[in-house]
């Protein structure tokens, strides 16, 4: 335990520690809550078209092509808007960043229930992208300025949990509601939520230092682990200002980014886990009816399985990590074993082509669901190494280089099933990037340590 976390009283170190640490907040956990709740808006914000879908598409007379391009259009714009997203986050900070995306995607989402043809939804659609794209970058800035680096893993998985728990239990309330008001409820529903939250965000998120309920303790604690409390951020930004005054930024910083193995290598294996979080996300229901024969009532039913087991892989992960972090694993090992664990195992997806039964082959899909939540955990990574003061950028590249996969995912998919007619080379697809994967972050990403820019 470091030494700033004993009182200056007398008594024994171990004493003193122990008094120390019972007296510590937890406000670091009001944050990440108000992250989880965030990030569970965001995943609804971006699916519900999936849901919407049947009714949208006969009342607006949209093709089945017409609605591919329209699936995909969120990917190419969130995908386009990850770096100035990055930049606009190191310029202005967590607290407006995220009031601002929060409420402009939002504004989208509840638009898109407005609109009275293809334009006004392709529009809309764009405008989603470009504004959900800081909330990810912001989420590692969080936690990375709220956490120590012993909790970042548990942190992490808490609010990418979100993305999973929104889809699973929200689902069959939203097809009730669509039921009964109709398609564009769902978009005027949770939209309105989502301005709603903009606004308690706002009110409630506070840097460490300006917390009225985090004392000292806490902050000792956050920041002799590494977390960006006020002398950190002091440093980070005189390491920045220094930079700026020099240069400014330069797209060049870019290069110079993921020229470094870390970077590079984590940005491959996120792609790699990203591609089946897509599958599920796009191609999953249309598996299970198309391939597997399953009637719509029952595809309700399964579909809600993968997602719970991913749900526990995320949190597995996420708690694993940190475990043997403080057992006293280096980050190598604590960050990096959950991820090639989960990415391996994800690959198992491809044996759903070789068995009859339904309920093995759902068994199956949860087991590679559940691992990729496992291998859910790049932005603690991205927390890791990133240099100082660059942050917002290394998460932008991060997230456009894992957001790659919403592109060329479906796309792949779709085509492997447009020309066998079958599932069976979309699946081994899936399972041979998650290989990839893996094999990234064995033989690719080396060390897990900040990356230092030469001047």
Same mark, same amino acid.
């Given at each position: 335990?470091?030494?700033?976390?004993?009182?200056?009283?007398?008594?024994?170190?171990?004493?003193?520690?122990?008094?120390?640490?019972?007296?510590?907040?937890?406000?670091?956990?009001?944050?990440?809550?108000?992250?989880?709740?965030?990030?569970?808006?965001?995943?609804?914000?971006?699916?519900?078209?999936?849901?919407?879908?049947?009714?949208?598409?006969?009342?607006?007379?949209?093709?089945?092509?017409?609605?591919?391009?329209?699936? &995909? =259009?969120?990917?190419?714009?969130?995908?386009?808007?990850?770096?100035? @997203? %990055? +930049? $606009?986050?190191? !310029?202005? *900070?967590?607290?407006?960043?995220?009031?601002?995306?929060?409420?402009?995607? &939002? =504004?989208?989402?509840?638009?898109?229930?407005?609109?009275?043809?293809? @334009? %006004? +939804? $392709?529009?809309? !659609?764009? *405008?989603?992208?470009?504004?959900?794209?800081?909330?990810?970058?912001?989420? &590692?800035?969080?936690?990375?300025?709220?956490?120590?680096?012993?909790?970042?893993?548990?942190?992490?998985?808490?609010?990418?949990?979100?993305?999973?728990?929104?889809?699973?239990?929200?689902?069959?309330?939203?097809?009730?509601?669509?039921?009964?008001?109709?398609?564009?409820?769902?978009?005027?529903?949770?939209?309105?939520?989502?301005?709603?939250?903009?606004?308690?965000?706002?009110?409630?998120?506070?840097?460490?230092?300006?917390?009225?309920?985090?004392?000292?303790?806490?902050?000792?604690?956050?920041?002799?682990?590494?977390?960006?409390?006020?002398?950190?951020?002091?440093?980070?930004?005189?390491?920045?200002?220094?930079?700026?005054?020099?240069?400014?930024?330069?797209?060049?910083?870019?290069?110079?980014?993921?020229?470094?193995?870390?970077?590079?290598?984590?940005?491959?294996?996120?792609?790699?886990?990203?591609?089946?979080?897509?599958?599920?996300?796009?191609?999953?229901?249309?598996?299970?009816?198309?391939?597997?024969?399953?009637?719509?009532?029952?595809?309700?039913?399964?579909?809600?399985?993968?997602?719970?087991?991913?749900?526990?892989?995320?949190?597995?992960?996420?708690?694993?990590?940190?475990?043997?972090?403080?057992?006293?694993?280096?980050?190598?090992?604590?960050?990096?074993?959950?991820?090639?664990?989960?990415?391996?195992?994800?690959?198992?997806?491809?044996?759903?082509?070789?068995?009859?039964?339904?309920?093995?082959?759902?068994?199956?899909?949860?087991?590679?669901?559940?691992?990729?939540?496992?291998?859910?955990?790049?932005?603690?990574?991205?927390?890791?190494?990133?240099?100082?003061?660059?942050?917002?950028?290394?998460?932008?590249?991060?997230?456009?280089?894992?957001?790659?996969?919403?592109?060329?995912?479906?796309?792949?998919?779709?085509?492997?099933?447009?020309?066998?007619?079958?599932?069976?080379?979309?699946?081994?697809?899936?399972?041979?990037?998650?290989?990839?994967?893996?094999?990234?972050?064995?033989?690719?990403?080396?060390?897990?340590?900040?990356?230092?820019?030469?001047?």
């Amino acid at each position: 335990m470091p030494q700033s976390f004993q009182s200056s009283s007398a008594g024994s170190p171990a004493q003193s520690q122990t008094a120390s640490t019972a007296r510590r907040s937890k406000a670091r956990y009001q944050i990440l809550a108000l992250l989880a709740v965030g990030t569970m808006i965001n995943y609804l914000d971006r699916t519900i078209l999936g849901i919407a879908a049947p009714q949208l598409t006969k009342e607006l007379g949209i093709n089945a092509a017409l609605m591919g391009l329209l699936f &995909s =259009l969120f990917s190419w714009s969130y995908a386009a808007s990850q770096i100035p @997203g %990055g +930049l $606009f986050l190191d !310029r202005f *900070g967590s607290k407006v960043t995220y009031f601002l995306s929060m409420t402009f995607w &939002s =504004l989208c989402t509840l638009a898109q229930g407005l609109v009275s043809g293809i @334009g %006004g +939804l $392709f529009a809309f !659609r764009l *405008g989603l992208g470009v504004s959900e794209a800081p909330c990810f970058p912001t989420n &590692s800035r969080v936690v990375a300025t709220w956490f120590p680096q012993s909790e970042r893993a548990m942190a992490t998985a808490t609010y990418t949990v979100g993305e999973y728990i929104g889809l699973a239990f929200f689902s069959p309330f939203l097809f009730m509601l669509m039921g009964a008001f109709g398609w564009r409820s769902l978009f005027l529903v949770v939209g309105g939520v989502g301005i709603a939250f903009g606004v308690v965000w706002w009110l409630l998120y506070r840097e460490p230092r300006d917390h009225p309920s985090a004392n000292q303790e806490e902050l000792d604690y956050i920041e002799a682990g590494g977390g960006l409390t006020q002398r950190n951020k002091e440093a980070a930004s005189a390491a920045d200002a220094a930079a700026s005054k020099k240069s400014g930024f330069e797209w060049r910083t870019i290069g110079r980014l993921l020229k470094h193995r870390q970077l590079t290598g984590i940005c491959l294996g996120q792609f790699a886990g990203n591609s089946t979080l897509v599958f599920f996300l796009t191609w999953f229901p249309t598996y299970l009816a198309t391939e597997r024969h399953m009637a719509w009532l029952k595809i309700g039913f399964f579909a809600i399985m993968p997602f719970v087991a991913a749900s526990i892989g995320v949190m597995f992960g996420g708690v694993f990590s940190d475990w043997l972090l403080r057992r006293g694993k280096s980050p190598n090992v604590a960050r990096k074993l959950p991820i090639i664990a989960g990415l391996l195992l994800a690959s198992t997806i491809i044996l759903a082509n070789y068995v009859e039964s339904n309920v093995v082959v759902i068994a199956i899909l949860s087991v590679a669901f559940f691992a990729q939540g496992m291998a859910a955990l790049g932005w603690t990574l991205v927390s890791d190494i990133a240099p100082e003061g660059l942050l917002g950028v290394t998460g932008g590249i991060f997230n456009f280089a894992a957001n790659l996969a919403g592109i060329v995912t479906p796309l792949v998919v779709g085509l492997i099933v447009a020309a066998t007619g079958s599932f069976v080379g979309a699946l081994v697809f899936i399972g041979v990037i998650a290989l990839i994967g893996a094999l990234s972050y064995i033989f690719i990403v080396g060390d897990i340590k900040r990356i230092v820019l030469a001047d």
